[in-house]
Protein backbone atom coordinates (compact mmCIF):
# COMPACT_ATOMS: atom_id res chain seq x y z
CA UNK A 1 0.00 0.00 0.00
CA UNK A 2 1.38 3.61 -1.33
CA UNK A 3 1.33 6.42 1.45
CA UNK A 4 -1.44 8.07 -1.06
CA UNK A 5 -3.63 5.39 -0.32
CA UNK A 6 -2.96 4.84 3.36
CA UNK A 7 -3.90 8.58 3.18
CA UNK A 8 -6.59 8.46 1.34
CA UNK A 9 -8.37 5.37 3.29
CA UNK A 10 -7.60 7.47 6.57
CA UNK A 11 -10.00 10.06 5.22
CA UNK A 12 -12.43 7.87 4.08
CA UNK A 13 -12.57 6.01 7.92
CA UNK A 14 -12.49 9.55 9.57
CA UNK A 15 -15.48 10.47 7.20
CA UNK A 16 -17.20 7.12 7.94
CA UNK A 17 -16.93 7.81 11.75
CA UNK A 18 -18.77 11.29 11.39
CA UNK A 19 -21.32 10.10 9.31
CA UNK A 20 -22.17 7.01 11.84
CA UNK A 21 -21.76 9.33 14.44
CA UNK A 22 -24.15 11.70 12.86
CA UNK A 23 -26.16 8.91 12.00
CA UNK A 24 -26.52 7.62 15.99
CA UNK A 25 -27.38 11.47 17.26
CA UNK A 26 -30.41 11.76 14.81
CA UNK A 27 -31.66 8.18 15.71
CA UNK A 28 -31.32 9.44 19.30
CA UNK A 29 -33.09 12.80 18.96
CA UNK A 30 -35.66 10.56 17.30
CA UNK A 31 -36.04 8.73 20.34
CA UNK A 32 -36.30 11.53 22.49
CA UNK A 33 -38.87 13.31 20.26
CA UNK A 34 -41.40 10.71 21.78
CA UNK A 35 -44.12 11.50 23.91
CA UNK A 36 -42.75 10.89 27.21
CA UNK A 37 -45.83 9.98 28.99
CA UNK A 38 -46.75 7.25 26.45
CA UNK A 39 -50.46 7.08 28.23
CA UNK A 40 -51.28 10.46 26.72
CA UNK A 41 -51.62 8.99 23.38
CA UNK A 42 -54.06 6.11 21.83
CA UNK A 43 -53.58 2.58 21.46
CA UNK A 44 -52.51 2.97 17.61
CA UNK A 45 -50.38 5.43 17.69
CA UNK A 46 -48.41 3.58 21.23
CA UNK A 47 -47.68 0.88 19.39
CA UNK A 48 -46.44 2.29 16.16
CA UNK A 49 -44.33 4.52 18.34
CA UNK A 50 -43.02 1.76 20.16
CA UNK A 51 -42.06 0.03 16.66
CA UNK A 52 -40.11 3.27 15.93
CA UNK A 53 -38.74 3.34 18.88
CA UNK A 54 -37.35 -0.38 18.73
CA UNK A 55 -36.60 0.32 15.42
CA UNK A 56 -34.23 2.89 16.43
CA UNK A 57 -32.85 1.90 19.29
CA UNK A 58 -31.41 -1.58 16.74
CA UNK A 59 -30.46 1.26 14.05
CA UNK A 60 -27.99 2.77 17.09
CA UNK A 61 -26.86 -0.58 18.20
CA UNK A 62 -25.98 -1.55 14.49
CA UNK A 63 -24.81 2.24 14.28
CA UNK A 64 -22.26 2.28 18.11
CA UNK A 65 -20.64 -1.62 16.52
CA UNK A 66 -19.67 0.10 13.19
CA UNK A 67 -18.48 3.36 14.58
CA UNK A 68 -16.58 0.66 17.21
CA UNK A 69 -14.79 -1.27 14.10
CA UNK A 70 -14.20 2.49 12.11
CA UNK A 71 -12.18 3.27 15.17
CA UNK A 72 -10.65 0.03 15.83
CA UNK A 73 -9.42 0.28 11.95
CA UNK A 74 -8.58 4.02 12.22
CA UNK A 75 -6.31 2.80 15.36
CA UNK A 76 -4.53 -0.05 12.86
CA UNK A 77 -4.24 1.77 9.76
CA UNK A 78 -1.53 3.34 10.22
CA UNK A 79 0.42 -0.54 11.21
CA UNK A 80 2.70 -2.22 8.67
CA UNK A 81 0.27 -5.11 9.02
CA UNK A 82 -2.84 -3.27 7.88
CA UNK A 83 -4.64 -3.91 4.75
CA UNK A 84 -2.72 -7.74 4.89
CA UNK A 85 -5.43 -10.67 5.17
CA UNK A 86 -4.80 -12.22 8.27
CA UNK A 87 -5.48 -15.67 6.91
CA UNK A 88 -3.90 -15.94 3.72
CA UNK A 89 -1.06 -12.78 4.11
CA UNK A 90 -1.58 -11.05 0.69
CA UNK A 91 -2.43 -7.93 0.54
CA UNK A 92 -6.15 -6.91 0.45
CA UNK A 93 -7.24 -5.07 -2.77
CA UNK A 94 -7.70 -0.98 -2.53
CA UNK A 95 -11.10 -1.33 -3.53
CA UNK A 96 -12.56 -3.64 -0.51
CA UNK A 97 -10.39 -1.80 1.79
CA UNK A 98 -12.42 1.34 0.80
CA UNK A 99 -15.66 -0.29 1.21
CA UNK A 100 -14.54 -1.71 4.27
CA UNK A 101 -11.97 -0.35 5.89
CA UNK A 102 -12.07 -2.30 9.11
CA UNK A 103 -11.80 -6.12 7.44
CA UNK A 104 -9.43 -8.40 8.30
CA UNK A 105 -9.59 -11.06 5.22
CA UNK A 106 -9.36 -10.59 1.56
CA UNK A 107 -11.96 -11.11 -0.49
CA UNK A 108 -11.27 -14.50 -1.21
CA UNK A 109 -11.31 -15.83 2.37
CA UNK A 110 -13.50 -13.59 3.59
CA UNK A 111 -16.10 -16.24 2.08
CA UNK A 112 -14.73 -19.26 3.84
ZN1 LIG B 1 -6.79 -13.94 2.32
Redesign the pocket.
Known sequence: MTDEERKSLKEKIKGNIEALKEHIEVLEFSIQQLPANINDVDRETRQKMMVHKRDCEAQIRAGMKKLTQQEVALKRVDSDDYGI?I????P?PMVKLELMPETL??V??HKL
Open positions: CECEKIYCQC
